[in-house]
């Protein structure tokens, strides 16, 4: 198994951030190998996306959530992958996002394509410098999920989307 653990400031508050980053559909405006993110229900997501120049399809649930600290998932089917997306005010309007992922290569190609060349490392860097600049770019997020997930149990609450410059994704 692979670790790619990749830190980012955003210039926005940690609600914001949180909030945004919950809008799994909305990944491919600022995630260019992701093709699309279908959201299940509150705890699960169906993944599209462009992994070491292969297209990839998985389902994931969220194991766990906690709004403006953390979400955490893994996969179910398909492509193997677990991670967790920390935030945390570093001040008023200005939130470290730590985003930490464990992944499996599938053959000798794609083991090799990973040491030689590091696709998911910068693939992750990539990601997070780009939802840093779509987030700066917004007002205020498109929309939010203030939900929590214990031990892969959804807790929900109210489902609130907004259209702010950017499409969402359905």
């Known amino acids: 198994m692979h670790h790619v653990e990749k830190i980012i400031a955003v210039n926005r508050p940690v609600t914001m951030v949180y909030n945004q980053w919950t809008q799994f559909e909305s990944f491919p405006l600022f995630m260019g ?57 570093l001040a008023k309007n200005r939130t470290e996002v730590a985003l930490v992922i464990a992944y499996d290569t599938e053959d000798a190609i794609e083991r090799l394509g990973d040491a030689v060349f590091g696709p998911v ?23 939010a999920w203030r939900g929590e997930v214990v031990d892969g149990e959804a807790h929900e609450r109210p489902i609130v989307h907004r259209r702010v410059g950017w499409p969402l994704m359905h």
């Open 33 to 89: 190998d992701v093709i699309y993110v279908r959201q299940v229900d509150a705890s699960h997501l169906q993944w599209k996306a462009r992994v070491a120049g292969r297209t990839k399809e998985w389902k994931s649930a969220i194991t766990e959530q906690e709004p403006d600290r953390r979400i955490s998932w893994k996969s179910v089917d398909g492509a193997h992958n677990a991670g967790t997306v920390r935030f945390r005010p």
């Open 121 to 143: 490392k910068s693939s992750v860097r990539e990601c997070l410098e780009d939802f840093k600049v779509f987030a700066e770019s917004q007002s205020e997020e498109t929309g």
